[in-house]
């Protein structure tokens, strides 16, 4: 498998018949490539519910029309599906407001394919508060954490507060990691991540996915190809090298680096890394192996 993408919204962009900077055909077409898809629900959005059906719905229906790419109900099939130098692709919702308040709507779209949550945005919603909000995991979170947990969804802690970060790490047993975060110690943005947050999600086996959104990376709307990096670098130091990958944001942001935009720019990536002093062997425990051993699709240990 080539690369491991752990973010992406560009099933907002097919919703709204928009084009997208993820390219199916070169992510289907690289040897191996998978996609977590985010179902994004917007703080406030009306009918949010019926909306993210929709949402997902239509993704499904864009992507039984191209070749080479399936949707991974199982770890066992995203595997298949990139041994065979497919895309795999994985379905989350970002903002578990779409659940409008019940946890067991869980089970409608984990019948649809959902194998990820992403509890808030950035605000706050019946299950727990998003980083520009106070207040933590409520109740209805743990009883969305449990059933979680029972089906093997994976609880991606970014969007939260630390307040609720700390509740659900405390909560055993759902796996959990940051699809789209960068480094606090670096620039400290209440979508990253601080040294203590990333130690404990890789003390529970679980991985950062770095995003390269300049107002991560430098509090700018401009950054440059090295501040991703060093932002990887610093989370594979705590990490062992183990605990980093990466979570684009692809269609999800204006602010997005120019120069790492496209499914193409992310596929040329690695040459960025290696001018950065990271060896093969890291590049591709960054792009896959991490992510992938996570996910238990990667036999290296
Ligand atoms: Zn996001």
Not at 20 to 27: L, Q, T, Y
Not at 146 to 160: E, N, P, Y
Not at 184 to 210: F, H, W
Request: with cysteine; proline share 2%.
């Amino acid at each position: 498998m080539r690369m491991c993408d752990a973010h992406c919204d560009t099933m907002m962009k097919i919703d709204e018949g928009l084009t997208c900077d993820f390219s199916f055909e070169k992510a289907s077409a690289c040897g191996g490539f998978l996609q977590i898809f985010a179902c994004f629900t917007e703080d406030g959005e009306s009918d949010a519910y019926f909306a993210a059906l929709r949402k997902i719905n239509r993704f499904l229906d864009f992507i039984r029309e191209k070749d080479n790419c399936c949707v991974a109900y199982t770890p066992c099939a995203a595997k298949r599906i990139t041994e065979a130098g497919g895309l795999a692709a994985v379905l989350s919702l970002e903002n578990c407001a779409c659940l409008e308040d019940d946890p067991e709507n869980i089970y409608k779209f984990y019948n649809l394919g959902v194998r990820c949550i992403t509890l808030t945005w950035n605000g706050a919603n019946s299950f727990a508060g998003g980083c520009l909000e106070r207040g933590g995991l409520t109740k209805r979170g743990r009883d969305l954490l449990q059933i979680a947990g029972r089906l093997g969804i994976l609880v991606d802690v970014s969007h939260l507060n630390e307040q609720s970060f700390y509740d659900v790490l405390s909560e055993g047993s759902c796996k959990v990691f940051a699809s789209h975060s960068s480094c606090a110690e670096i620039n400290d943005n209440p979508r990253n991540l601080t040294d203590l947050q990333i130690l404990k999600i890789y003390s529970r086996g679980g991985i950062v996915c770095a995003c390269p959104n300049p107002p991560f990376l430098n509090g700018s709307r401009k950054a440059k190809r090295e501040e991703f990096a060093q932002h990887i670098r610093h989370i594979m130091r705590l990490t062992d090298g183990r605990g980093a990958g990466i979570g684009s944001d692809c269609d999800g942001t204006e602010n997005c680096c120019e120069w790492l935009k496209t499914t193409a720019d992310y596929l040329n990536f690695d040459k960025v890394l290696e001018e950065n002093n990271f060896t093969k062997f890291e590049i591709r425990d960054i792009f896959s192996c991490n992510f992938g051993r996570f996910f238990g699709i990667c036999d290296k240990k």
